[in-house]
């Protein structure tokens, strides 16, 4: 077995590449990217059916062990992987990062692996950490408050049902799975759901346009990012499906600031609401890969904003999408649209969004993903019946990631 010692600024010698995560979109659209720039691109995934597996743009999928439920053997595999395939790059792009992150230092001495500590992700992913991190800046964010236990919330509960409207979240939580909106049923959790260790956040709600960022960051300075639209969703709070980019200088000087005084590397996206003065407030951090990655595409800047950072902090670059870049997941943009069926002017909108954008998925000379969608969807299905979960907790039941220590 060959064991070559790399550094990390040996970016030149980047051949090679990594991704885990096979399961979501961006992880397919990245694979491409890096493809078309002229990379080997190798993809580990727990799930046996996902969207890299029949790619044309990957040269090898591997099947591995969950990374939430055999953790030491997921990273086991993962340096056997790097090792055996001659990886330069580790590039985690869901929520297996924070379990890479806790093994970062036996994969370093093989490839260099894009993440930040275990203990600042920690702090990002955090509902009300990052929160009270953001306010500690001066930054802009909503008034909110944690809860730890049953009898906590029925307290703060009746205290806030007088003074406005107010969001119930886990404070681990993604796609905004489990979030209670003002005027849904609020009935406290389970104990089982809620603790010291699973606590939830209350936060203030505010009205207005909601909008979501993806930057790429390299010691605190932003060398890719983008501001997009986030109108079309699954459901009515759900993940997002339409993708459009937009220029903003509120959002773009919110994460700028935030990125540079956290010294933070790696790939990071902010949800953010923009109230009617134009006053931008941030309500989440996803420091991972977010769909903003799909308004790159085709991608030979972005790849060299994550494959060499350093260059264009040197050069002063910072690498943002076409003007007017807008992408799609189209099967459940689709779902979208038939909920607009009946109200003619959000009818016409939506097919003004549908028409000229891009699926993120089907590729004319690489269709096989398309294809793949269905058993995905399916797997996760049948996964969701058996531990009576939401479709969306189970396309990441084996990965996600709720303040787990090594």
């Not at 001495?109 to 203990?119: D, G, K, M, N, R």
């Not at 003007?323 to 097919?351: F, T």
Request: proline share 5%; hydrophobic share 40%.
């Amino acid at each position: 077995m060959i064991t070559r010692l790399r550094e990390s600024d040996d970016a030149p010698a980047i051949r090679n590449v990594l991704l885990t995560g096979g399961r979501a979109p961006v992880t397919l659209d990245l694979a491409r990217m890096l493809r078309r720039a002229g990379y080997r691109v190798y993809v580990a995934e727990s799930a046996s059916r996902h969207l890299c597996r029949l790619s044309g743009a990957v040269e090898q999928c591997f099947v591995v062990p969950s990374p939430r439920h055999e953790t030491a053997s997921y990273l086991s595999e993962l340096e056997r992987i790097i090792q055996a395939s001659q990886i330069d790059l580790l590039i985690p792009m869901c929520e297996e990062v924070f379990y890479i992150a806790q093994g970062a230092e036996r994969l370093r001495p093989y490839c260099h692996v894009l993440v930040s500590p275990l203990e600042q992700l920690h702090k990002l992913h955090h509902k009300f950490h990052f929160i009270q991190l953001a306010q500690s800046m001066g930054l802009a964010v909503p008034d909110t408050r944690l809860i730890t236990s049953r009898e906590e919330w029925i307290q703060t509960q009746s205290v806030l049902e007088t003074e406005g409207k107010w969001v119930w979240k886990p404070v681990y939580s993604r796609f905004a799975a489990r979030v209670r909106m003002p005027g849904s049923r609020n009935v406290p959790p389970d104990e089982a759901e809620i603790s010291s260790a699973l606590p939830w956040v209350v936060q203030a709600y505010v009205a207005g346009r909601a909008l979501c960022t993806y930057s790429v960051v390299h010691e605190g300075n932003m060398v890719a990012h983008t501001t997009y639209d986030s109108r079309y969703r699954t459901g009515s709070v759900g993940a997002s499906v339409y993708f459009e980019h937009v220029e903003h200088e509120g959002t773009y000087e919110w994460v700028q600031q935030f990125v540079e005084a956290t010294g933070f590397s790696g790939q990071i996206g902010f949800d953010f609401i923009e109230g009617p003065q134009g006053r931008v407030v941030a309500i989440e951090c996803n420091p991972r890969a977010t769909s903003g990655i799909h308004l790159f595409y085709p991608g030979d800047e972005l790849v060299r904003a994550i494959v060499t950072p350093e260059a264009l902090v040197k050069e002063g670059i910072l690498i943002t999408p076409k003007q007017h870049s807008r992408a799609m997941l189209m099967l459940p943009m689709l779902g979208s649209g038939l909920q607009q069926i009946g109200r003619p002017e959000q009818w016409r909108a939506w097919m003004r969004a549908w028409r000229g954008t891009r699926d993120v998925v089907h590729l004319q000379n690489d269709r096989r993903p398309m294809l793949e969608q269905a058993a995905v969807v399916l797997s996760a299905w049948r996964l969701a019946r058996k531990y009576k979960l939401s479709l969306t907790e189970a396309l990441t039941h084996d990965i996600e990631w709720n303040g787990e220590q090594p």
